[in-house]
């Protein structure tokens, strides 16, 4: 097999790194870190030690004899990112009571392993070479190996599952994982498709995002032990905060400074990808824009000055508005969830986190 | 999406076609069907109808809203092949004396899932343009669809499981699935690789075909009740099956005829794949044959008249006669293994499909 050479983080660098990148963004200068930001920093702080020892579990588990497995998941566990799925997790078994046991960090790294594995197939199905800042594992590593890997990966976390020994953990888990294939293949079914309106993208998000987010919550709410009510509860609001969350990233995509998000911007337009701002801006447009959509997104076919043309539009039209505007009713529906659950000061900041959702920068 | 289109496969022409191939080859003329075949067959008589009711399972259960999965799903269906795994687990759960129920057809249903899966994104790694003599599932819906889709059938095997509600079940195939990658991974390190040795070839083999196929046994027996000792058995029988099988598999690749096979000949050699035929040959090569096997496998520099060359050294080298002569050894530890079983016509068959495994053509 031909490796590309690159610097590959050692699993040492990751056990040395901390678990996320809040603290430590291992890609270049973080610019202005953005207020919202403060928020993620609150509830880790909430859930230190958790949060150590599920790092310490994931590099653990992500182990294999097949040295390119672990060299591979170490690219991309090192690159960091928000960490917000097992985040969750571990805030939602905490705000449900789960005290003693260690069964909430397995669960995180579960929730965190599937999530690796589907970034793994996501930037080969996408073909993308950046993937928080850092070279993409499939451009480092390759197509072949990220598939493979993010296969063993997927393996792993049900094996986690299985010592976790919960089926209905293994039911949450394995069904969100059938729900988030699914949304993926929806999305690349509507990929260059104008006729995708506001339903069906909200069906791929819900697939590919929510579905996640909401295992996240709900099993830290299994495993706390809790009534199928405040299980529920919790599920409400991961797969709310998720569509938030991912109407947020879907207007990044074309409003964010390259630099804060760590990917290239408009990416989702390069890939003919129908996400809310461009259905509104097509929905909004005049003849001539929307012979432009029709010739861009659905021929495919785009020249240099295209982008800055889109983002023209989008604006005009006040699209990203009107995605962070239908994110923040998500946002609210996230918080909303959370009434069912006693006050506390963890209950506050993962209200909070909703709206970190609908206001951060990358 | 773009989609490449070609005569499909709908479901309903998968439902009315028999669970296998070995009656209705979908591809082609069969040419004379090997004699070996006709122990497939008479295994495929004795279990009938787990056959039919595995075969519906798998069609109801490959169903999703979005309609790319199913199409794609009975693409690789239709194509048929030779359902051994599905069918070991049947066989073993019968022979183990499962007798009401449906258990054993939820678990055949989820291991040719499983298989189904590795195939997708095999066939994307491999980039293969056929599967079973027809075109394969990325060649028709392309790569991206292929490995989401293998995604999918992966979740709902794991979905399968929960419903079966047996923790062992789910960790006999959460674990197999994870060697299937390792291996995957492994003989993707292998590739182009000289030094590859017999040990590491095993090594490679045995996670990606002889682990799937040891599970599907082993979850028979676990269905039925069986002590360990027995599960041990059967999970014995279907490793040794697995490495007989896989080695052949190696062999036709260089020794068949291509209209039987239903794919390339020659496909490992231009991949540069380290086969047992190869690993022979290299060893037993003079100077002049290594810096063939250098120039060809190692630099990946061929042209056009080098598949004939090594055809000619492994001839040769008798490395074909090798590779089958190492088969017949694991396929005389899988009979063996069947002794703790008692003696029965079921058995009888499951020893002779160690010997279809070593004596098949395709």
């Known amino acids: 097999m031909v490796m590309k050479k690159t610097g590959l983080a050692s699993l040492e660098q990751v056990l040395d790194g901390s678990f996320s990148n809040i603290n430590h963004p291992p890609q270049a200068p973080a610019a202005h870190p953005a207020p919202a930001d403060g928020t993620l920093l609150r509830l880790a702080g909430l859930l230190d030690a958790d949060i150590q020892a599920t790092n310490q579990a994931i590099i653990a588990r992500m182990h294999s004899e097949v040295e390119l497995i672990p060299a591979l998941a170490a690219h991309i566990v090192a690159a960091g990112g928000k960490?917000?799925?097992?985040?969750?997790?571990?805030?939602?078994?905490?705000?449900?009571?789960?005290?003693?046991?260690?069964?909430?960090?397995?669960?995180?790294?579960?929730?965190?392993?599937?999530?690796?594995?589907?970034?793994?197939?996501?930037?080969?199905?996408?073909?993308?070479?950046?993937?928080?800042?850092?070279a993409s594992a499939n451009a480092v590593f390759g197509n072949k190996a990220s598939v493979l890997v993010g296969d063993f990966l997927f393996s792993r976390a049900f094996e986690l599952m299985v010592e976790?020994?919960?089926?209905?953990?293994?039911?949450?888990?394995?069904?969100?994982?059938?729900?988030?294939?699914?949304?993926?293949?929806?999305?690349l079914s509507t990929q260059n498709d104008l006729s995708t309106d506001e339903t069906r993208y909200l069906r791929v998000i819900s697939g590919k995002t929510a579905a996640l987010f909401a295992a996240a919550c709900e099993v830290g709410a299994v495993v706390a032990g809790r009534d199928a009510a405040i299980c529920a509860a919790l599920a409400s609001y991961g797969q709310n905060l998720g569509m938030a969350f991912q109407l947020v990233d879907d207007a990044l995509d074309y409003a964010a400074e390259e630099a804060e998000l760590g990917k290239s911007v408009g990416d989702d337009f390069r890939e003919g990808k129908l996400t809310y701002p461009?259905?509104?801006?097509?929905?909004?447009?005049?003849?001539?824009?929307?012979?432009?959509?029709?010739?861009?997104?659905?021929?495919?076919?785009?020249?240099?000055?295209?982008?800055?043309?889109?983002?023209?539009?989008?604006?005009?039209?006040?699209?990203?508005?009107?995605t962070i505007a239908r994110a923040e009713l998500f946002a609210e529906a996230a918080q909303q969830a959370l009434q069912s659950l006693p006050a506390s000061p963890l209950r506050s900041i993962m209200a909070e986190i909703a709206d970190y959702a609908v206001t951060r920068r990358h």
């Open 83 to 134: 960490r917000l799925r097992p985040l969750l997790t571990l805030a939602s078994a905490r705000l449900c009571g789960y005290g003693e046991g260690a069964r909430h960090i397995k669960l995180a790294a579960c929730v965190e392993f599937i999530h690796t594995a589907t970034l793994l197939h996501d930037d080969v199905v996408d073909e993308s070479l950046l993937r928080r800042g850092l």
């Open 278 to 322: 461009i259905i509104i801006a097509h929905q909004k447009g005049d003849e001539a824009e929307r012979a432009f959509w029709t010739r861009t997104i659905e021929a495919n076919d785009q020249t240099e000055a295209d982008l800055a043309k889109a983002l023209d539009i989008i604006t005009r039209h006040h699209a990203i508005e009107a």
């Open 164 to 187: 976790d020994g919960s089926l209905e953990v293994l039911r949450i888990l394995s069904h969100a994982s059938a729900t988030i294939a699914e949304g993926e293949v929806l999305q």
